[in-house]
């Protein structure tokens, strides 16, 4: 009887599985259509050795389950939504009480919950567990954020703990919290992905068109960064995209291209960004729980405009604006960029943070931040050496309101920020875009004083014409107060 089972075998799901034999652990495959089974137990037999035999293919969901040690553990990997819950119907009927069903997709999290509720009717424990790190991850390593009932996660837990991206801090995975959560902080971690990648997209552009620097000096750059504090996957595959010759492409058919060595690939790859929707559901849940998120909703809106190219070739000719760029010292210029993006980079984990710990007490999750950071530290996309440190802010103080104000990100953003301050003056005067640079920069100003005068301003406007009331600040706060703005009330 095999120890687990996975249904839904496109890209993530035949790479876990194959990570899963790998492993040790006996699993039974399946999917809905048959012929990637086939495809899954052959490239068993080409990739894992004698750990081939741990993996074996059904085509008839029943005999699937049948093949399963109780209480059975069953995960699928299919598209997110409506496939989801047919899975769940097919195997509802052939499970018992005490088996766990464990959904690994980019779900939203909500549908988790409701699944879980319909699943708990029948007893069965239902799981939804975030996977990160793509294919790569899936094959080799994944960070795993799974959320559920506690009971279903300690039937898995020698599995996963196995399966994911081990570290020196331990394996890439632990409990999340209840239901829902698993899916909740995998989606926060894509936002924060979005906006590390904005972020570098950012720093490439100055450097490109103010520093005047070549493709092959950029991944230079980029390689330096690399080993220090910015080190992390997503600079380190960004030094290998700058420097690629534009060889090596293909069809999405597999037709090879003509290469040409004498230019880069990425200068042929139109600037015309896709997205697939977990930034967008970050960006709105941030703004349903009330948590600023201004770094990785300009990340979202920089790929709404990215996406939007016809229209920026019609607007960009009849748009005014600064052409000239102006001479600079490099090397200073190369250092600004990078405290810049470092210090942008610490906001963007803050407000990721800061979200999953809002989501977390509205529904009693208990999300521990410093094991979510922990978590991240192999295996998935925003893998940065940065976040031992951010684990070490919050072993310092778990209850930390704001990692801006842990004693180590404090100093290093108070050394910094000269040099943030310079590159996004910089970018407003030469008329460089810089959205979430310049968005991190206005949320950090905006915690640093006490007071906003503007937003006085705001809430008598809505005072004014909504009669919306005011607190005063010579009267005890929770005290409402409204104007007679003039003698003409509307
Ligand atoms: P896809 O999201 O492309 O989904 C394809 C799989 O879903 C196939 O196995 C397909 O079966 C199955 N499927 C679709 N509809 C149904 C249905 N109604 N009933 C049963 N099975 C169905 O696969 P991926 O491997 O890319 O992703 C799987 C999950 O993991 C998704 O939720 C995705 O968001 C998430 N994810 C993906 C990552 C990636 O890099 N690709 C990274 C992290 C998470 P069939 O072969 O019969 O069509």
Known sequence: MAEFGLYGLAVMGQNFALNVAEKGFSISVCNRSPSKVDTCVERAEKELGENASNLKGYKDPAEFIKSLAKPRKVMFLVKAGAPVDACIDLFLEHLEEGDVLIDGGNEWFENSVRRGERCSEKGIMYLAMGVSGGE??????????????????????????????????????????????????????????????????????????????????????????????????????????????????????????????????????????????????????????????????????????????????????????????????????????????????????????????????????????????????????????????????????????????????????????????RVVSLCAAVGLPAPSMMACLSYYDQYRRETLPGAALVQAQRDFFGSHTFERKDKPRGEMYHCRWTDKHF
């Open 136 to 421: 790569e991850g899936a094959r080799n390593g994944p960070s795993l954020m799974p959320g559920g009932p506690r009971e279903a996660y300690d039937l898995i837990k020698p599995i996963i703990e196995k399966v994911a991206a081990q570290t020196e801090a331990g394996p890439c995975t632990t409990y999340i919290g209840g239901p829902g959560s698993g899916n909740y902080v995998k989606m926060v971690h894509n936002g924060i992905e979005y906006s590390d990648m904005e972020g570098i997209g950012e720093a490439y552009t100055i450097l490109k068109h103010v520093g005047g620097l070549d493709n092959e000096e950029l991944a230079k750059v980029f390689s330096e960064w690399n080993k220090a504090e910015l080190d992390s996957f997503l600079i380190e595959i960004t030094a290998k995209i700058l420097a690629k010759r534009d060889t090596d492409v293909y069809t999405d058919g597999g037709e090879k291209l003509e290469g040409n060595e004498s230019r880069y690939v990425l200068d042929m790859v139109l600037d015309r960004t896709g997205s697939k929707g977990t930034g967008r559901m970050t960006v709105q849940s941030a703004a349903e729980h009330g948590v600023a998120a201004g770094g990785m909703s300009a990340a979202l809106d920089a790929r709404y405009i990215a996406s939007d190219k016809d229209a920026r070739g019609i607007m960009a000719p009849m748009l005014d604006g600064p052409t000239q760029m102006p001479e600079l010292d490099k090397e200073q210029l190369i250092q600004d960029v990078r405290n810049a993006l470092y210090c942008t980079k610490i906001c963007s984990y803050a407000q990721g943070l800061n979200l999953i710990r809002e989501a977390s007490r509205q529904r009693d999750w208990n999300v521990d931040l410093g094991e979510c950071s922990r978590i991240w530290l192999g295996g998935c996309i925003i893998r940065a050496k940065f976040l031992h440190r951010i684990k070490e802010a919050y072993d310092r103080d778990p209850d930390l309101a704001n990692l801006l104000i842990d004693s180590e990100f404090k100093e290093e953003i108070a050394t910094k920020q000269k040099s943030w301050r």
